[in-house]
Nanobody, 115 residues
C-alpha cells in the first residue's frame, strides 16, 4: 500500500459531527507527523490539522475549536473528530504526511454538510 486510506465521511446536517479515520500500512504514525487536508469543489486543497510524532497538535484557524486530531499508535490510525460542522466544511478530506508527499495522496473521504 502506497497511499493513505481515509474513511468515515458522510452527509450530515449543519451543527452535526463526524469522525474521520486514516491509516497507512507502510508508514509508522509514531515516528511521522501526519496531517489532515481537504479540498472543496472549485478550490485548492488546504491543510486542516496536524499531529506530530510526539503528539503535538496544530489546526487551521477555520477549524480551531471545532475539530480535534488524535492518533492511536498501536492501531496506526489518525482520527479527525469534527464537531459543529458548517456548510463550508463540505469537502473531500485526505490525510498525508505533515509535509505531504504526492505519491501518498489517497482517494479521500467525502464530507457533505447540509445547511
Amino acid at each position: 500500500q502506497v497511499q493513505f486510506v481515509e474513511s468515515g465521511g458522510g452527509l450530515v446536517q449543519a451543527g452535526g459531527s463526524l469522525r474521520l479515520s486514516c491509516t497507512h500500512s507502510g508508514i509508522a504514525f509514531d515516528i511521522n507527523d501526519i496531517g489532515w487536508y481537504r479540498q472543496a469543489p472549485g478550490k485548492q486543497r488546504e491543510w486542516v490539522a496536524r499531529i506530530s510524532r510526539g503528539g503535538m497538535k496544530n489546526y487551521a484557524g477555520s477549524v480551531k475549536g471545532r475539530f480535534t486530531i488524535s492518533k492511536d499508535n498501536i492501531k496506526n490510525t489518525v482520527f479527525l473528530q469534527m464537531n459543529s460542522l458548517e456548510a463550508e466544511d463540505t469537502a473531500v478530506y485526505y490525510c498525508n504526511l505533515g509535509s505531504p508527499a504526492f505519491a501518498y495522496w489517497g482517494r479521500g473521504t467525502q464530507v457533505t454538510v447540509s445547511s
